[in-house]
């Protein structure tokens, strides 16, 4: 199971940090997504990390702005928002697969088993 958690309302141009916890097992060698849907748009694959290699992916909408990470811990990842705008509003998802996704698979919701039921961010001033 995973859990999302760290959204809320943020002015344009400020930050949140969500959180994504894994229950039931460790993230070690997952590699985990994050994803986000706004109202009547699609879902959209904004970043991904493998925690077996450490290499990180962004969509270009988010590059520069938005940084994904590992905790110490082995159960939790973060992404950093900053520089919201108010197009980033969305409910946001992270999602978990075992072992390496390349680059061109992250992007891909298909690729992965595990999901949280998401966290609300909303820009507004």
């Known amino acids: 199971q995973l859990v999302e958690s760290g959204g809320g309302l943020v002015q344009p141009g400020g930050s949140l940090t969500l959180s994504c916890v894994a229950s039931?097992?460790?993230?070690?060698?997952?590699?985990i997504g994050w994803f986000r849907q706004a109202p009547g748009k699609e879902r959209e694959w904004i970043a991904c990390?493998?925690?077996?290699?450490?290499?990180?992916y962004y969509a270009d909408s988010v590059k520069g702005r938005f940084t994904v990470s590992s905790g110490n811990g082995k159960n939790t990842v973060y992404l950093r928002l900053n520089n919201l705008k108010p197009e980033d509003a969305a409910v946001y998802f992270c999602?978990?697969?075992?072992?390496?996704?390349?680059?061109?698979?992250?992007?891909?919701?298909?690729?992965?088993?595990?999901w949280g039921q998401g966290t609300q961010v909303t820009v507004s001033s």
């Open positions: 990390v493998s925690n077996s290699d450490g290499r990180s």
């Open positions: 039931g097992f460790t993230l070690d060698y997952f590699g």
């Open positions: 999602a978990a697969e075992k072992g390496v996704l390349p680059q061109k698979l992250c992007a891909d919701p298909d690729e992965y088993d595990y």
